[in-house]
């Protein structure tokens, strides 16, 4: 997450103009109708964003005005799909806004790169599977759970340190050659939260994940020697 102190006034607007036609537009996907007629899925969205906004509390903040912490975004993409995890983002987002831990006028950075980049690389992992129409669950396991939840730890860091080299406000190490070195311990850790996560919800409660396939994953058989995993 990054203070508002630290971007210019372009980037930060240019953060808005992203962030809010996507937000309009996952607005306007999300399945209100079937939402609020299913008081599972409106007890599954409001827990999600309670566990979000938790887990976002949980983080370090330094003195130059960026602070770390987990995303969580990739098993929340994979437990209510796109559009409700973009508006379950945001309302986890309003929260952090609403007690001080978030800069208003920076919402639109932080929304991009930790809510809307999350959910793209997420869902794309999640299609490429689903096109590759695999029957072993732990190919969705590994590839929509661990795999994309580092790549998407992995892009937000590189492209938020991309967006405070441009600005030039933030002192960038001398160090940053060294910088790949530690890359592995905000990966891993990312990768282990989603993944631990969505493999729980195949085991136990395989119908609460939007993206999974139960039919296929658990009803057909499959063999080890199956050329689609």
């Known amino acids: 997450m990054i203070s508002a102190a630290l971007l210019s006034p372009l980037t930060l607007g240019v953060g808005w103009l992203i962030y809010v036609p996507v937000l309009l537009w996952a607005a306007w996907r999300a399945p209100w109708v079937e939402l609020f007629s299913d008081s599972r899925r409106q007890h599954l969205l ?43 983002g945001l309302i986890a987002q309003a929260g952090l806004v609403a007690l001080g831990r978030q800069d208003l006028a920076a919402v639109g950075v932080n929304g991009v790169l930790l809510i809307l980049l999350p959910v793209l690389v997420t869902e794309a992992c999640a299609v490429l599977v689903e096109r590759a129409q695999p029957r072993n669950p732990f190919v969705y396991i590994f590839c929509s759970g661990f795999f994309a939840a580092a790549l998407s730890a992995l ?12 600005d030039g406000r933030f002192a960038m190490p001398e ?10 311990l905000i990966l891993f850790p990312e990768a282990f939260i989603n993944g631990m996560v969505v493999s729980a919800l195949v085991v136990f409660c395989p119908e609460w994940l939007e993206t999974f396939n139960r039919t296929r994953y658990l009803s057909a058989p499959w063999k080890d020697d199956d050329p689609r995993f």
């Open 155 to 166: 892009l937000c860091l590189l492209v938020g340190l991309g967006l405070l080299w441009f």
């Open 175 to 184: 160090w940053l050659e060294d910088f790949v070195g530690y890359l592995w």
């Open 46 to 88: 409001f827990g999600t964003v309670f566990a979000l906004f938790m887990l976002w509390l949980v983080r370090r903040d330094f003195d130059t005005g960026v602070s770390y912490h987990f995303i969580g975004m990739t098993a929340v993409t994979l437990l209510l799909d796109w559009p409700l995890a973009i508006v379950g």
